[in-house]
Structures are given as C-alpha cells and as structure tokens.
C-alpha cells in the first residue's frame, strides 16, 4: 500500500486532500485509480489514515477517510541522532536509514575531525536536501511522522541541545579509558534499562574520530560512553547498530 504525508490541515473528519507533487506521482507514476487504498500520515500525531481514492485532477487527490490506526508505526521513545558530518554523500545514506530504523531526529554536528567544512550558504542547501530525503525514507518505511533534520550544530551547540534529554549515550571505541565504560556488559545493561517515554541521544563521531577533549565534554554533559565490541566500526555503521538495539528493546514495549 502506498503511503503519503499530508499537512494536518487536510484532514477533515471525512475527508483527506492530496496536494502537491504527490498528485502527479498519483496520477502518472504509480496511476492509481478512484477506489484504491492509501495510507497517509499528518506528520504529526503517528496516527495512519487509511483513505480510499474518489477523484483525482489535475492539482489534487480527493480521499474519502475509512478508518484510522492509531497505534501507528512509532518507537514509543524519541531517539535523537548527533551525527558527527561525514564525507561525501554518507549523510544521506545514514539519514535514510536511520529514518527506516525509527529515528525521531537528526542533528549533524561539525566536530574538530570532520573533514567536511559547510559554509551558511552550503549548510542550507544540505539541510533542504537532507529533509528531502528523510521524508522519502518515512514514506517508504511508512512512518507516522516525517523525522526532522536540524541544520548543522557545532559541538558545545548540540551538547547544549542534548542537554535535557533522558538517556544520553556516545559509542567510543578507547572505553578503558573512561569512568564508567564497563564493556559489553555495560552497554547491555543501558540498553536494556531504556523505558518508553524517554528521550534518547545517541552521538556519533565522523570518521575521524572524536578528539579527547571532545568526549570529555560530552561526559561532563551526561552522556554515557558505550562501546559497540571489539571490531571498530565506521561513522555510518555506528549509529545504525545503536538505533537497531533500541528498536529491539522498544519495539514491542
């Protein structure tokens, strides 16, 4: 079934409206018909809108609302990626599936490592780009809400921005040498004791690596050094593994 994200707005008690470049997807991509099925999403509330196709024109697609789920596709956590820039187009990779993995948001964050250097200018464009494909990504794994992605943070910023979340977490891979870093052991037991309804940040550095001083910070901000085993794993490869294990343990809670 195919699935779209609408704006709160045009959704009425009966009725929901099709506007945009989703029309012409509808009616000369995908050709579907008056009678077939859709999904559609506000974006906002995680609730499915299951909706069946009355008219399509020109401008719009009329649907005719069937019924609702309202226990939707949602983690019952919002999980917050800080993602240290990578280069090329690695972003948008990690980005897409992260959004399949259940991600609520994604912070990139320029880190002293980074190879990548955004100017105002090229960070704006990425930023729009980015969004454009997270919302794809929601699309195809059929989220309830489309994940948004933040323009790009510096450091001491996204710690900031991390700062009131519940459970803060950062794989780094020099464990032995901080407080608190208990091995495996460790990281199953924090995965293990996350609770619906916490916010959760993960922090992820580039492929350089975090500098010392950096991770330092982050502990005096809260955050809790996990380690991922013994195998180092890339800046693109992280994230997932972390956001898979908590979509295991919450999935079903």
């Known amino acids: 079934m195919y699935h779209f994200f609408v704006e709160p707005s045009q ?14 997807h509808i009616r000369n991509v995908i050709r579907l018909k008056p009678g077939d099925e859709i999904s559609i999403s506000n974006g906002v509330d995680g609730r499915d809108y ?22 939707g596709v949602e983690l019952p956590s919002r999980v917050y990626l800080f993602q240290g820039l990578p280069k090329g187009d690695k972003m948008e990779f990690i980005i897409q599936k992260m959004v399949e993995l259940g991600v609520y948001e994604i912070i990139p964050v320029a880190m002293k490592r980074c190879v990548v250097k955004l100017d105002d200018k090229k960070a704006k464009a990425k930023t729009a ?73 993960v922090l992820i550095g580039p492929e350089g690596g975090f500098e010392e001083n950096e991770i330092q910070s982050a502990i005096d901000c ?26 295991y343990q919450l999935e079903d809670r």
């Open 129 to 201: 780009r980015w969004q454009g494909i997270a919302e794809a990504a929601a699309k195809q794994s059929k989220r309830g809400v489309i994940p948004r992605v933040r323009e790009v943070m510096g450091y001491q910023e996204a710690l900031k921005y991390a700062e009131d979340l519940d459970v803060k977490l950062v794989p780094y891979e020099m464990e032995n040498l901080l407080e608190g870093a208990a091995g495996m052991a460790g990281t199953r037991q924090v995965i293990d004791s996350l609770e619906p309804g916490q916010s959760v940040a």
């Open 50 to 71: 299951r909706c069946g196709i009355e008219e399509i024109t020109d401008t719009e697609v009329v649907c005719t609302l069937r019924f609702i789920k309202e226990d």
């Open 222 to 247: 809260g955050m809790r050094p996990i380690t991922l085993g013994k195998r180092i794993l890339r800046t693109e490869t992280a994230g997932m593994t972390v956001m898979a294990w908590i979509m």
């Open 11 to 24: 959704i009425s008690d009966r009725s929901v409206i099709i506007t945009g470049d989703d029309v012409n």
